[in-house]
């Protein structure tokens, strides 16, 4: 098992970067594959980023601003968000899975709390 929790959301400013970090107890974050979604008001959660030991994959709203990694001494992953805008408003959670990569909310077994992340215009 593996305990996630979440960190680094605040209110910034369109244009704006953060890093998020999510905090793993138990298992160590390089066992599992790992993924970062993100849940806005009245909307379903949708996929940010995802890391597995064969490579990382991205949302294509997120591609190219933002940045999923993760460090095996800390036991933490984190999410460079750069070039931020109102979109991007949301409640982002952490996940892991045992295995493989995936973009599926529910093919994930352990949540964290999450952290709001407000970008204002």
């Known amino acids: 098992q593996v305990h996630l929790v979440e960190s680094g959301g605040r209110l910034v400013q369109a244009g704006g970067s953060l890093r998020l970090s999510c905090a793993a107890s138990?298992?160590?974050?390089?066992?599992?594959?790992m993924g970062w979604f993100r849940q806005a008001p009245g909307k379903e959660r949708e996929f940010v980023a995802a890391?597995?030991?064969?490579?990382?994959s991205y949302a294509e709203s997120v591609k190219g601003r933002f940045t999923i990694s993760r460090d095996s001494a800390k036991n933490t992953l984190y999410l460079q968000m750069l070039s931020l805008k109102p979109e991007d408003t949301a409640v982002y959670y952490c996940?892991?899975?045992?295995?493989?990569?995936?973009?599926?909310?529910?093919?994930?077994?352990?949540w964290g709390q999450g952290t709001q992340v407000t970008v204002s215009s």
């Open positions: 996940a892991a899975r045992g295995y493989g990569l995936s973009t599926r909310p529910d093919e994930y077994d352990y």
């Open positions: 890391i597995s030991w064969n490579g990382g």
């Open positions: 138990g298992r160590t974050v390089s066992t599992y594959s």
